[in-house]
């Protein structure tokens, strides 16, 4: 078992530069181990990119640095700098707290199922009995040298405390090697300290899918809806036991193995006032969970979504984009609109930002089209075509597509099928149109849409909140053009758009939500 030393808060802020990947990067130091190894954070990017390096590798940014950190003794643990600052509310000392708690992970890598995945930030998983009898044979000292002050250090019987769970985990800091990897069931989320208990677990557990009910489902994917009060024990059991210590907290497990991808400042460990939406892809054995995303039952800020995952092996693929479409459907089909918590990490922001740009231009290409896009072509015999009678097309519709077995959704629509947008035009949208048809020397005649609409109108029309749909547009450049306080907004601004944002079809299918 190998020791570590923790880096004093205030020699953290002395600069070392690496070389990674052929670039100098401006590191902290967080860490020490005897081995020279060294867990470093690199200046400007997110701490998911810490990690442990050779200290050999490191050379000081500037001479001044080299010689705080010789001349600095460094402190005791107990020295006033853990301790509260009496100016401090107890709101920014819990903060600061849990940035101390939170700064390194607990865990190396994460053995899910067929994957050994690379873990992104702490996760407060309570020590198990061996590891408390473990922790207290580390040279100088015993558990309680990791101990945060005022909280109590974590036990199997105290799963459910907050505070425990929080300081659960600190002890595993010094973890290297074959110990620093967590062994989690992929079907029932059961978490194991060793590979051997996970072998013996993953022959015995028989669960083929996630509790609660489906609300979407096409093709092999679906969601999955699981109450966090009703569902908090799972159903499952082993074929060799069905004894209450095997009964799993399926919610409460799904939150800890979450929070290895999710830096969020706290983590609810009484999953009763929330709902998880879990994504899966069924093969002929059993479903896999792709990701899930959590929101509470009753939100008096109407957010729609508390966090949102999906598992590092099954990223880039749409499926981050599939559940933030659902959770705006769920928004929509409950008539509120709806927004996701703040604050956004950089990658939520990012994936946000994405589909409120997409929603805006799907919804400005059917505003600003004489035609609806699936309609490119209206042919009338003896009298000029009636434009009030080409109407988008129905659920009906969608529903009677043939399908074919391709595709990452499971079905491939036929070519000459439609696509059932949730923002099609209602009345209340077509009222702010004007179709304008002016006559050609030629004998035909030319046909434009002019709309003058509010930015709330805007954003009511596709279920957006006002200042998101603001923030969007003013990132995407449309915002750009104004004169006299109106903007601006032609056709050919919202194809530029589309093509720089690769603005893409909708991933969700409204036809196969099974919403009641």
Known sequence: MTESTSIPARLQNTSYIVNKNGVDQLVNILQRRPDGQ????????????????????????????????????????????????????????????????????NFDKVNFGQWRIKTWYFSPYPLTDSEL???????????????????????????????????????????????????????????????????????????????????????????WEVDGAKDKVSTSRCSRSNTYKDLQLYCQNLSLFGKLFIDVKTLFFDCDNFLFYILTDADSQRDHVLGFFSKEKISYDDYNLACIIVLPPYQRKGYGMLMIEFSYEVSRRAGKIGTPERPLSDLGLRSYLTYWVATLIRFFR????????????????????????????????????????????????????????PNGLDDTVAAMRTVLTISNPDGSATSHVVVQSTLAEIASATNLRIEDAAFALNECGLLGSTLEGVVGITREMVEAVAKERNVKRMCLDPAHVMLT
């Not at 600095?72 to 920014?92: A, F, I, K, V």
């Not at 040298?145 to 002890?171: E, F």
């Open 133 to 223: 009898e473990d922790s207290t044979g580390l040279p100088g000292g015993s558990a309680s040298t990791s101990k945060i002050p005022g909280v109590n250090r974590a036990t199997v019987r105290s799963h459910g405390r907050t505070s425990d769970l929080l300081a659960g985990g600190l002890t595993r800091s010094h973890l290297s090697g074959e110990k620093s990897i967590l062994w989690v069931c992929d079907r029932c989320f059961k978490y194991m300290a060793e590979g051997a208990a996970w072998e013996m677990h993953i022959k015995q557990c028989d669960r083929r899918h996630p509790p609660g009910r489906k609300v979407y489902q096409r093709g092999a994917h679906i969601i």
């Open 38 to 105: 060294v867990y470093v954070h690199y200046d400007g990017f997110d701490k998911r990119l810490d990690e442990w390096i050779p200290g050999a590798s490191l050379k000081p940014a500037n001479e001044s640095a080299r010689k705080m950190r010789t001349d600095t003794p460094s402190p005791t643990p107990t020295e006033p700098e853990t301790q509260p600052d009496p100016l401090m509310t107890e709101e920014e000392f819990d903060i600061k707290h849990h940035k101390q708690i939170t700064a390194q992970r």
């Open 366 to 421: 059917r505003l600003l089209s004489v035609l609806p896009p699936d309609r490119p072509t209206v042919t009338s015999s003896g009298r000029l075509p009636d434009l009030t009678g080409v109407l988008p097309p129905t659920l009906e519709d969608a529903n009677s597509r043939k399908k074919r077995a391709k595709g990452w959704d499971g079905e491939t629509p036929d070519s000459n099928s439609t696509f059932t947008s």
